[in-house]
């Protein structure tokens, strides 16, 4: 079945009502920190207060004789029984030297490299018994200078003896001297430096772990807030604690949101199910908000400088971009891969840009980990190139929209420079989409309004792709990832005709106990309330890679539907058994068997039922049951891309920036459920828009303290910042999946942040502003507006 068949379907592209919603809203939802299990004991972590320090002794015998202490862990009580927590990527220097690699241990041995480093657990009968011991551990450190300011980590004290210079790897890809020559023969060059600030996720559930040990079948059990479980278990058993990995079920419940924070193998989790087996009891950990903000992996922070050639009328001819990408203290499980094969890669947007080179520095900091977050690469490479061709734009005396159009890709598939090719879309479509509900042509008479009662009013516009569902694994692999890039999907057709389908996709947030189940009804000629969706647990669903990237449908959906092409194949045979005909006479469609050319017909739900009732066919030709598994690798990525555009209106005298309107217009291919798009579109664009106006993760330089530890200074976007979003869609179907669909949930993270500070600089030009940082905080646009002035 092809995507233009499948998208016809019964109850695809219907708004139907998320099925998960109902316990959500009634309180019953089961989250990682609502479990608890019997003769439970609780951790709480001891972490350093230093940025960058040496551990000269440790003292918890006050702690350990403190009323209900079981255990204090430290350093040295796991130093040679389990490895380090691994990185999932690796990345090679020009040269093929591989990057540097040091250990990221699960407590602290020898030395601390950021505030919030693991330093010693403690597990006592009762959380506040666990937190007054914590409290009593005493720790001698010697303080040694902080690694904050990427621009001089190289001539900072070591973080690492393996990265003596603080560098963890050199990057690059592309043909340097072809865009150099473009260059020299360029008839106009535009130039920029970026900041791409550090964000820290705030998913409204805290990351939280639950593990217990069982003796009679040397078993573990995890609960866990996390994305994609099976990754979880392999992480752990094969590289850091050397368990047999079908000793260990890891289960992620209902999870209340990741952004990709909770992709990742952290610390936590490993030591609780280490100590569950050494006091023989479950122990359980969940994260305060404090501790969030210093624990959790952040994400973006990147300083760059871009360079566009153009000849004389605006033609795109050469791309050239240096980043220093910020890794935080210690590589994270995805973290090398965020900045260099998932940024450089999208260096050429929608564009027909001929020739691309890019230089990636990742550095050691003494800061938190930084990994995926929402996007995951692909809104940093967004915003340095809608950024720059802004920049090109107003350089070269041109509209923000003609430049564009003047570069749009417009013939598929197309290969980029930087390695991917996409394989379809309609640029101009969305543009011009956006352009009109944007209303475009009225914005010279808002801009007047707005003048004559003393506001400036500007209009940016973003024109983004993504790469989404990462693939396929031996290109990946070939680039330096360590695990597979696929999806299962097993589909079990119980005997009345109602359906399970166990997917190694993970839902939290995204709705997938819905979409699945309209997929699966849509094909089988099903109601969506037949069909149920296991996920999350890694002793009932095949091994899957779970869910980042905005692979759930254009990856899982796909196993799934591979795995309904099995069920389908195995059902026409039945079909045809009773209906006395050949199977290659059987068609199947809206939930009926028919014979071809006749009125002859059976329902899906006689035929499941044959299934389990051996003597309705020859069990020489057929196995009873109707349950399938498949497997699927995508052998390309998809390309979601659209336009945004966004109107702000900006008080000069307070610096205050309003976001009077925004437009977003995403061709996401064939869309399941379009409530549930919108949806994701919508908290894309909170997150994005909040990046560009409001969050910034701040660390002192002098100390290395996070000075954005909290919300009373880490601001978060509130629902009165934002006005009522426009959206649409255009629909150029995936040309490689049978379901036609591309990914929708990081997109208004990526589009969204360059519209907004291409809105805040074309309201500021007349006014001499030509750069602004983001946040773009009342402080920093009136500062702006200040130093232009003189």
Partial sequence: MGASDFAKLPHIGESVKRKEDVRFLTGVGNYTDDINQPHQKYAVFVRSPHAHARILGLDSSAAAAMPGVAAVYSGKDIEGKMGGLPCGWLISNPDGSPMKEPMHPILAIGKVRYVGDHVAMVVADSLQQARDAAEAVVVDYEELAPVIDM?????????????????????????????????????HISRLDLVNNRLIPNAIEPRAA????????????????????HVERLLMTAFVLGLPEHKVRV???????????????????????????????????????????????????????????????????????????????????FASSVPTILYGTLLAGQYATPQIYVEVDGWFTSTAPVDAYRGAGRPEATYVVERLVTRCAWDMGLAQDEIRKRNFITSFPYQTPVALQYDIGDYHACMNQSQELADVAGFAARRAASEAQGFKRGIGYSSYIEACGLAPSNIAGALGARAGLFEAGE?????????????????????????????????????????????????????????YGSRSLSVGGTAIMKALDKIEAKAKKIAAHLLEASDADIEFANGEFTVKGTD???????????????????????????NETAFYDPTNFTYPA?????????????????????????????????????????GGLVQGIGQALLEHGVYDEGSGQLLTGSYMDYTMPRAADFPEFKLGHVCTPCTHNPIGSKGCGEAGAIGSPPAVINAVLDALKDLGVTELDMPATPHRVWQAIQQARG
């Avoid at 573990?220 to 996390?226: A, D, E, F, K, Q």
């Avoid at 699945?516 to 069909?531: C, E, I, T, Y």
């Avoid at 329902?603 to 003597?615: E, K, R």
Wanted: hydrophobic share 40%.
């Fill in 491 to 547: 589909v079990r057709v119980h005997p009345t005709g109602s359906v399970t389908v166990f997917t190694g996709s993970h839902s939290h947030g995204q709705g997938h106990e819905t979409t699945f189940a309209q997929l699966v009804a849509a094909r089988l000629g099903l109601d969506p309330s037949q069909v149920d969706i296991v996920h999350g647990d890694t002793g009932r669903v095949p091994f899957g890679m779970g869910t």
């Fill in 210 to 229: 639950n593990a217990s040990y069982n003796r009679a079948s040397d078993e573990y059990l995890l609960y866990v807030s996390n994305q994609n479980p």
């Fill in 600 to 626: 002859k017909k059976v329902p899906f739900a006689q035929v499941s039922l044959a299934a389990y009732v051996p003597h309705n066919y020859p069990l020489d030709k057929l196995e009873p049951g109707l």
């Fill in 251 to 333: 289960i992620a419940p209902d999870v209340g949101g990741g952004f990709g924070s909770k992709i990742f193998l952290y610390a936590e989790d490993v030591a609780v199910t280490w100590a569950a087996r050494q006091l023989g009891c479950a122990v359980k950990w969940t994260a305060e908000r404090g501790e969030s903000f210093v624990s959790d992996c952040h994400g973006r922070d990147h300083l760059t400088h871009a360079e566009m050639a153009m000849d004389k009328d605006g033609k795109f001819l050469a791309m050239r971009v240096h980043t220093d990408a910020n890794l935080g203290a210690y590589l994270s499980t």
């Fill in 642 to 682: 659209g336009t945004y555009i966004c109107e702000v209106e900006i008080d000069p005298q307070t610096g205050v920036v309003r976001v009077d309107r925004f437009t977003a217009v995403d061709d996401f291919g064939v869309i399941i459920n379009p409530m549930i798009v919108e949806g994701q579109v919508h």
């Fill in 151 to 187: 621009k001089k980590a190289r001539h900072g004290p070591a973080l690492h003896d393996e990265a003596p210079d603080n560098q963890c790897y050199k990057w690059t890809l592309g043909d340097k001297a072809g865009v150099d020559a473009a260059f020299a023969g360029a008839a």
